[in-house]
């Protein structure tokens, strides 16, 4: 009776385990990515109907660099530099519809889909794929979400709690002989 109740209880946690971990696949109508390569370098990237964010962690040493982009690619916007802030911003109709903003370590970018042209968009959006090549070294050039790369994870995921559930398994087997 105690090895049905135990091997009863190893295929409800296996079971409950492997079903807690799936990630619900997101809206087609947005998108979000996040690359991390290091505990120092990370990107964010929102692209929903209406705005697009690109938020980023990276090391102080990719500074200048990611500055000299910004620069050359934001160079017809205004430019306001308050110590070691960087900020591109732009306001149409009294509401700010893109901004972007450098600090040593951090970037964020904000636009407002609604109030720009799509040219516009295909633009910082262009700048923000280039932008996350640059911080992350990430060589994949599509960023979307992967439904496939998270399915192999969770089979992967599923494999490994079967292969700890047949050990405790076997375990239990000894333990009642």
Same mark, same amino acid.
């Given at each position: 009776?105690?090895?049905?109740?135990? +091997? /009863?209880?190893?295929? /409800?946690?296996? +079971?409950?385990? &492997?079903? #807690?971990?799936?990630?619900? @696949?997101?809206? !087609?109508?947005? &998108?979000?990515?996040?690359?991390?390569?290091?505990?120092?370098?990370?990107?964010?990237?929102?692209?929903?109907?209406? @705005?697009?964010?690109? +938020?980023?962690? %990276?090391?102080? &040493?990719?500074?200048?660099?990611?500055?000299?982009?910004?620069?050359?690619?934001?160079?017809? /916007?205004?430019?306001?530099?308050?110590?070691?802030? =960087?900020?591109?911003? $732009? $306001?149409?109709?009294?509401?700010?519809?893109?901004?972007?903003?450098?600090?040593? *370590?951090?970037?964020?970018?904000?636009?407002?889909?609604? $109030?720009?042209?799509?040219? %516009? =968009?295909?633009?910082? !959006? #262009?700048?923000?794929?280039?932008?996350?090549?640059?911080?992350?070294?990430?060589?994949?050039?599509?960023?979307? =979400?992967?439904?496939?790369?998270?399915?192999?994870?969770?089979?992967?995921? #599923? &494999?490994?709690?079967?292969?700890? #559930?047949?050990? *405790?398994?076997?375990?239990? $087997?000894?333990?009642?002989?």
């Amino acid at each position: 009776m105690k090895t049905r109740y135990l +091997i /009863f209880a190893s295929m /409800f946690i296996f +079971i409950l385990s &492997s079903t #807690a971990q799936v990630t619900p @696949t997101p809206p !087609n109508t947005n &998108s979000h990515t996040s690359v991390t390569t290091s505990v120092s370098n990370s990107t964010s990237v929102s692209d929903s109907d209406d @705005t697009y964010k690109f +938020i980023s962690r %990276f090391h102080s &040493s990719k500074k200048i660099q990611i500055q000299e982009l910004l620069s050359a690619q934001l160079k017809e /916007f205004g430019l306001k530099i308050s110590g070691t802030k =960087y900020v591109w911003s $732009e $306001e149409r109709n009294g509401s700010l519809v893109f901004e972007c903003e450098l600090t040593n *370590r951090k970037l964020k970018m904000f636009l407002d889909k609604n $109030e720009v042209s799509n040219s %516009f =968009y295909k633009k910082i !959006n #262009a700048v923000g794929v280039a932008l996350q090549k640059m911080i992350t070294n990430h060589r994949n050039t599509n960023y979307k =979400y992967s439904a496939l790369n998270d399915a192999k994870e969770n089979v992967r995921r #599923a &494999s490994r709690a079967l292969e700890r #559930a047949k050990e *405790r398994l076997k375990i239990v $087997e000894r333990g009642n002989n």
